[in-house]
């Protein structure tokens, strides 16, 4: 097999695993809450320096951080949401646009002022490490980031499909007074929802810090990413998320092995393109499941 | 039951529903009448939390339940089977019924409650695995109060049933409603058919652009000259 495709491809699916977790948790919340929030890639951030600082500080092994670092997160955009958004809920989305790209400066400001603006990387003994296949390379963190995506995009499927307070949340996004007649209460689920948001930014982070170097500025391009692939998969549901990152995941490997430096025009291309042809996206507008 | 006193709502500076005046009691079917946009709607939201009053007073069981949040006035046993079904359309016929018995914590009454609800609509316990967006308008309606009785109610308020059904349809869900009254739930039927809401009630009244204009039994109401004229066509 030609070597160039064959690696290709093998990133395309590592790369896969990694995006859906970067864009399923702001596909919840722009699904459910209709909210776009901007901050998400900022909450990525700080999930990828809580990685680094425990690594750093306290030599806990990066993927061994990635519940606490979710946890933290949760608290924090449950908070944001119940204390901040919820206030501006039934306003238009460029209200609650606005106040998560308020939020997005706040939270990069506050990381460039106590971790300053450097690079950074969570280099850990296995971090070079992989195996072949033929010519083939895999690394093993490359690898486990992968493994951990899926699964925990799976145990939210689960929770949303099969737990009582996941059902409350798609309910929620279908129908908002049909909820609240069931006894739902709506800023509680509204809070709910946006924490596991960012709780799952919060993971993505931790899984980003261990392959890429880390910046406070540099969750811009994972929310321009989660944003196009919510446009390419369309909203609402799980499997869109995946179909999504899948073909974004194409487009920026190979863009990147044929025609480097263009890999975000012509991702933003092709995300006009399915705009044109099939406005709903591929996977087309479902709720949660 | 319920009780409601001297009720003011409005949506902003426009209101909607002046003084009502309104009773339902204890194992009693109630029908609430008026033609569209008279405000029956929005009488049905009000008491079940989702707008609040400008003034007056809603008592449901001696409590005052007025802009009182909606899930504490589901949890004290008022549902509502709204407008238009408002289902859950990406869920399944078996996740809408259940969302109704979502404020419950009675995990062996809930089963027993959905095997009766099945039993009472065999065509949902064909279609549970079915978004319930799919279904077909009769069964739509059906689905949505195969939910509201799943909260177990003390008291069920029902909007519209009747909306844009076939009458053998409507007959056939509201032979399931009596079954529900037979067991001693309380109904409130909000409905524009007038003639079809005065057969299923003990009494009625009237709501016309948003005062109370009639109440009474509902078999003199059949035979009142203004409302043959006014309601029925005759």
Redesign the interface.
Known sequence: MNYELGQGLVNVLLLTGTLTLVAVGFSIVWGILNIINIAHGAFIMVGAYVTYWLFTLWGIDPFLSIPISMVLLFIVGYIVQRYLINYVIRAPLLVTFLITFALEIVIINLATVFWKGDFRSVTTAYSGAGFSIGEIQIPYVRLAAFVIALLLTGLLHVYMTYTKQGNAIRATGMDVDAARLQGVKIAHTYALTFALGTALAGAAGSLISVSFPISPTMGGLYTLRAFVICVLGGLGSIPAVIAGSLVFAFIEVFSGVYTPGLKEAIALLVMVLVLIVRPTGIAGKAFYH | MLEIKNLNVGYGEVQVLWDIDMEVKEGEVVALVGSNGAGKTTLLYTI???LHPMSGSIRFNGQEIAGL???EI??LGI??V?QGR??????TVK?NI???A??RKDKKQIQKDYEFVLELFPRMAERLSQPAGSLSGGEQQMCAVA?GLM?APKLLMIDELSLGLAPIIVENIYEAVSEVIKRGTTVLIVEQDVMLALEQADRAYVLDVGHMRMSGPAKEMMDNPVIKEAYLGL
């Open positions: 079940s939390g989702l949040p909606s899930e589901v949890d549902t509502q709204p408002k289902l859950f359309a990406g869920m996740e259940l969302m109704g979502y404020h939910r909260a």
